[in-house]
């Protein structure tokens, strides 16, 4: 059974940072893409970013500059360290998972929600 895990929400001052874990158990982890999500009350969810097996993140142009995620095959963590945050940044953040070569986002987690002040 594959489980996703997110911890370190939290709520920060605008300007602030944050920082998200993800642990994955229940796969085979180099073989996923993981990926962040979020989704603010009233709006649809929203890609954050993604990372391959290898490391190599892309990022939605939202929080280019500001975020970075990064993936330790050898723990099954993956992280979002979120910097110069901004109010519009509150949102419920999930990790997701897919298999590589595919664009189907299989698996979620429960989420884990970040707030901003101004």
């Known amino acids: 059974q594959v489980q996703l895990l997110e911890s370190g929400g939290g709520s920060v001052q605008s300007g602030g940072s944050l920082r998200l874990s993800c642990v994955a158990s229940?796969?085979?982890?180099?073989?996923?893409?993981m990926g962040w999500f979020r989704q603010a009350p009233g709006k649809e969810r929203e890609g954050v970013g993604s990372?391959?097996?290898?490391?190599?993140?892309t990022y939605y142009d939202s929080v280019k500059g500001r975020f970075t995620i990064s993936r330790d095959n050898t723990k099954n963590t993956l992280l979002l360290i979120m910097d110069s945050l901004k109010p519009e940044d509150s949102a419920i953040y999930y990790c997701?998972?897919?298999?590589?070569?595919?664009?189907?986002?299989?698996?979620w987690g429960q989420g884990t929600q970040v707030t901003v002040s101004s």
């Open positions: 997701a998972a897919r298999q590589r070569f595919t664009t189907i986002w299989n698996y």
């Open positions: 229940g796969l085979t982890y180099s073989n996923f893409v």
């Open positions: 990372i391959t097996w290898d490391g190599s993140a």
